[in-house]
């Protein structure tokens, strides 16, 4: 039987819409860039790219042209797309084959220019979607596509508002069922059935092919802080070589560190978030580090206001981690440090921009960023914090809800 809570949650599940007017607005901004850079109409093949401009993700393949309605074309599942999707324009299909000649029919030409998601689309199969529709030319679209992506609109912000309160309440959960003697796994999987039945969708979506999505890294004690993982395989308490990700099999302890960096999604909205965990207490050397990690996550959404470089929120965080002597730790061992401390994030767990060295780019209004200052002392233990925030008009504010604090257990 499902608490009344959980009714609540799947009542809210079964309604979800992405609004009309979000999907007009939408494929207005598309289309302006489209205009902008002669480009006469987008193909668009991924998934999550095809669900941001029509409101579904059935199997399909969304056609916009840089003036005039777009065009969704389903081969599968043809019923729920048009429940789904608020385009006008939905043609059920039995084969990619049909669409030049309804392209042709609904236009009265095929687009002399085409846009694809260059940055994803296997080259085999863009080598069939070229010979297949024959434009003139065919150009990278996708810097298009992730720009018009990556300024939210107030409804998506508050979509991931709505994955915030999930995870609020996972990371309430995980602080009654931590023990030791449970592996990271144990521990990880409990969290994880309690946040399905609350609504996560499981899948963390990412746009690299050379990246997999995974819900969750809990690492406690040494496991946080080691560069190779071949140790700790070799101890029986790492994760899998071939998948270097996640919880391992090593048993949580009393008066460690543990490290927990947890992925939601709802409804296709993301969050990406890391808390400080112990059982009974932390040793003061990595409460010392954690709470640090926290004033320097606080100095940097302090700092983060619309027209400030992403470039200069980096270094700023790195200043500041000098301030407290601890440059050396601040964002991995020596040899091994990385040159970011936070990334977009929405549709997709990864996505532009991103606050990293050097980078000259303006932060904007609208956006979203998981923030995440983190240090590792080299085989003893890491310390981190992450939150999603939003730039507003006038500097950022949480969309994050879980506290910015260690949690002893």
Not at 66 to 93: D, K, M
Request: charged residues 25%.
């Amino acid at each position: 039987m499902m608490s009344s809570m959980q009714q609540d949650n799947q009542k809210k599940r079964d309604v979800f819409k992405v609004p009309a007017s979000e999907i007009r607005q939408r494929t207005l901004n598309i289309q302006k860039e489209l205009q902008q850079n002669n480009i006469d109409g987008f193909f668009i093949l991924q998934r999550v790219d095809l669900f941001y401009f029509s409101g579904t993700a059935q199997n399909g393949f969304l056609y916009i042209p840089a003036e005039g309605e777009p065009v969704l074309f389903i081969r599968q599942y043809f019923p729920r797309a048009r429940a789904e999707s608020s385009l006008n324009t939905i043609i059920e299909i039995k084969s990619i084959k049909e669409i030049p000649a309804l392209l042709n029919d609904i236009y009265g030409r095929i687009p002399g220019v085409l846009g694809f998601e260059l940055d994803i689309l296997p080259v085999n199969d863009f080598y069939f979607y070229r010979s297949l529709i024959q434009a003139r030319d065919n150009v990278d679209g996708s810097p298009l596509i992730l720009k018009s992506r990556m300024i939210k609109s107030q409804w998506e912000i508050r979509q991931m508002e709505k994955t915030a309160e999930l995870t609020r309440q996972t990371f309430s959960y995980m602080q009654t069922i931590i023990q030791p003697g449970l592996s990271e796994m144990e521990f990880a999987g409990m969290a994880e059935i309690y946040a399905r039945k609350l609504g996560h969708g499981g899948q963390i979506r990412t746009r690299h092919y050379q990246t997999e999505g995974y819900p969750w890294h809990v690492l406690s004690g040494k496991n946080s802080a080691r560069i190779g993982l071949l140790d700790a395989v070799a101890s029986g308490e790492g994760t899998s070589a071939a998948f270097p990700v996640g919880a391992g099999t090593k048993k949580l302890k009393r008066n460690e560190p543990i490290m927990v960096d947890m992925a939601l999604v709802l409804n296709g909205y993301h969050l990406d978030e890391t808390r400080m965990f112990a059982i009974d207490k932390m040793p003061q050397k990595a409460k010392d580090a954690a709470q640090a990690v926290i004033e320097i996550h606080n100095a940097v959404l302090d700092k983060a206001k619309p027209g400030i470089a992403l470039g200069e929120l980096f270094e700023y965080s790195v200043r500041t981690a000098e301030s407290k002597g601890l440059a050396t730790p601040y964002l991995g061992a020596p040899g091994h440090k990385v040159t970011f401390i936070g990334h977009g994030i929405g549709l997709e767990i990864v996505e532009p921009a991103f606050i990293a060295k050097n980078r000259k780019e303006p932060l904007e209004a609208g956006m979203t960023f998981a923030l995440e200052p983190k240090m590792v002392f080299e085989n003893e233990f890491a310390a981190g914090v992450e939150s999603v925030f939003a730039v507003t008009e006038t500097g950022s504010r949480l969309i994050t809800k879980i506290p910015v604090e260690i949690f002893i257990c």
